[in-house]
């Protein structure tokens, strides 16, 4: 809040403080006076059929209560923050007291961290609290991509299954979180022309044992042994230290659900793919980083959620 709208604020509770008790003291009385008969009760001379008002003192209990509390304000307001950058006696602001119960919160959980940073990722693999936690860290910050339980989506990699880009020892897994990856498919379409990428494509069908035509094939294959070898291996086993995909276990990274699977392909050949998984080394502390690598571990050895 700006020093004008705590200070305009803080005038208008004293206003209406005093101005309360100035209320009080103008209203007051202590003593009757006139002339009354002995025992007689004074009134205000309001009558209304006939039923009288009587003009008694405030009672001395209500009166000091009054006062009591416009003092108990004033002190108030003295102790608690109010008056612009005027933090009050006792320095209270609601930051600091928001700021103290996230520290202690925090607290609480560094130790909880420090003792699953600790523990190897295969022991926390195995431990469905530590998981738990991974599972939510992986929900918060990785979900968008590979979508809830790690099931990926065209483009991003299924992370449940035992298919790695890179590798799924928990060395790898750890890698490609903080440091991120850069998947680098070169395009093929001007050296292979048109019908260069219909070969290819076909003999990369083969390789899965999907169907394809044998004549494209057998011209994609010498083509397969000059461009694409030394990425994807000679028999399209793929190559981790590259991120070049296995092709031939038909699962396939790029598959965009309305195109067929080898239109899917050809696009990859003829326009490369640049897969980015972004490093999260800055953006997530190594003990938060260390727990969603167990949870992302887990998937692949159980196939279960925890
Ligand atoms: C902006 C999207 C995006 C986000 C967010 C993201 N990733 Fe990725 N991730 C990718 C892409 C794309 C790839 C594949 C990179 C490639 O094609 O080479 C990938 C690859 C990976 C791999 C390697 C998979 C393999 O097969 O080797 C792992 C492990 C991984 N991500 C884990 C995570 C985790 C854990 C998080 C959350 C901390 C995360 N990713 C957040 C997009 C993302
Ligand atoms: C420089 C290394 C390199 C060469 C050479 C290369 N690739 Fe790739 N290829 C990759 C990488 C890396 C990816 C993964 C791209 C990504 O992660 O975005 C990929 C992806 C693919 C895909 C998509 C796989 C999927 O799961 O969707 C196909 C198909 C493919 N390559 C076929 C070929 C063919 C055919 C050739 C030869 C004409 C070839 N590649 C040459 C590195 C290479």
């Given amino acids: 809040m700006s020093d004008f709208w ?75 923050p109010g008056l612009g950058n005027y933090k009050g006696l006792l320095g209270w602001t609601q930051e600091s007291q928001w700021q103290e119960r996230v520290d202690s919160a925090n607290r ?81 379409g001007a050296a292979l022309g048109d019908r260069g990428v219909e070969d290819v494509a076909d003999f990369v069908m083969s390789l899965s044992g999907l169907p394809f035509d044998m004549q494209r094939a057998a011209r994609g294959a010498s083509q397969y042994q000059m461009f694409c070898v030394s990425c994807h291996g000679r028999d399209g086993g793929g190559m981790q230290a590259l991120g070049a995909p296995n092709l031939k276990d038909n699962i396939w990274l790029y598959n965009q659900a309305d195109t067929s699977l080898l239109e899917n392909i050809r696009h990859s050949i003829r326009n490369g793919r640049n897969g980015a998984m972004p490093n999260h080394g800055e953006k997530l502390r190594a003990e938060k980083i260390h727990l969603i690598s167990a949870y992302v571990y887990s998937l692949s050895q159980t196939n279960q959620q925890p």
């Fill in 108 to 188: 609480v959980l560094d130790e909880q961290y420090e003792i699953y940073a600790a523990t190897a990722i295969d022991d926390l693999a195995a431990d469905p609290a530590a998981l738990r936690m991974g599972r939510r860290l992986f929900n918060n910050n990785c979900s968008l991509c590979h979508g809830i339980g790690g099931v990926g989506a065209n483009g991003f990699p299924d992370l449940s299954d035992s298919d790695w880009l890179y590798g799924g020892s928990a060395e790898a897994i750890i890698h490609s979180i903080t440091q991120g990856r850069q998947g680098v498919m070169p395009a093929w």
């Fill in 6 to 80: 705590s200070i305009w604020i803080s005038v208008i509770t004293f206003v209406v403080i005093l101005g309360s008790v100035w209320l009080l003291m103008a209203n007051r009385k202590t003593e009757v006076k006139g002339d009354l008969a002995e025992g007689e009760i004074p009134k205000t001379g309001h009558a209304y059929d006939g039923i009288e008002e009587y003009d008694n003192p405030l009672p001395a209990w209500w009166f000091w209560m009054f006062i009591a509390s416009a003092v108990f304000s004033l002190v108030y307001l003295l102790l608690y």
